[in-house]
């Protein structure tokens, strides 16, 4: 049973069609890895364009599955997109890398990616 994610939204989406389910699992690991590590050199390199740019990119599949970093998400987005200088987003950015890793791992055991 999955403990990083959650598949209620997906099942839903997918009108409990499984080869879908694994399909948008799938879509999972090939995007949201990608646009996290876009994350983790963007913030540290104050690229606010790039950072806007990859947070709002995984905000529907964050969301999708469920993650429970949403929140954190939309705060390092607005801190690209607002260019909020001041603004101090480090927590929330490696909650987010942690549960994208912590997901990934376990999307690519329980389907076998």
């Given amino acids: ?13 997918a009108d409990n069609d499984e080869d879908f389910v694994a399909a948008l699992a799938a879509a999972f690991l ?8 876009r994350l983790k050199v963007a913030v540290p390199n104050k690229d606010y364009r790039e950072t806007y740019q990859a947070a709002h990119k995984m905000k529907p599949t964050i969301e999708l599955f469920d993650l429970g970093v949403y929140d954190q998400l939309i705060e390092v987005q607005d801190w690209g997109k607002f260019e909020q200088q001041d603004k101090n987003v480090e927590k929330q950015l490696q909650d987010v890398l942690n549960a994208v890793e912590n997901a990934t791992n376990e999307i690519k055991s329980d389907f076998g990616l």
């Fill in 1 to 13: 049973m999955p403990q990083h994610y959650k598949l209620d939204r997906v099942r839903e989406m």
């Fill in 30 to 37: 090939e995007e949201v890895p990608e646009d996290a590590q």
